[in-house]
């Protein structure tokens, strides 16, 4: 298993440098490959507990359920902990972190006409998303991490695989269209 906190801080190391979309882009992409590590080594509490959350019908104990996933498990996952150090610095060192990210989440929300959680839940497991949308809902997801069992966005995002979907979406997308779209709407 790697040690995503020293491949976070030896990112942070590199020099900056005039990188293209593209290969900023890129560099996101490669992190699917970390995701893809972590799932392959998840053990039979995991996979137990979340096929106990997944079958749980009683909303309220499903809820209660997730909580305690998130303060027994979650919280204590070194691995976890070191995806979501790795993630933001990814997204900070290449600026790939959206700054009008709430503007855009707003108008996904519009565009699939959420009000339920739900729905919501169902827009983070789309693979089909566009570059701005992807990468805003990446810097939604960061932004809103409060740290505390009941919200974890990111860390439970990328336990759940869907920074992985948002991920599929990015790589499916790095394309000259997307990326002048990218050149004109963000600064």
Known sequence: MNDFYKIANEILQIPEENLSWEERLNELVKFRAYLKEDYDSYNDDYLSFLEKI???ND????YILEYDFKKEVLSKDY???GLNYLLVNILFKYKLAIEDYNEYVNL???KHDVELKADWEKI????DLDLLEALSLLTF???SDYWDYEH????YAIFDGTVDNILESIEGHIDEENIEFLNIFVK
Request: proline share 4%; aromatic share 0%.
């Open 79 to 81: 691995d976890l902990d």
């Open 141 to 143: 997801l960061q932004r």
């Open 108 to 110: 996904l929300k519009e």
């Open 152 to 155: 974890m966005p990111l860390s």
């Open 124 to 127: 983070l497991s789309e693979k």
């Open 54 to 56: 997944g079958s749980e």
């Open 59 to 62: 909303l309220e104990e499903k």
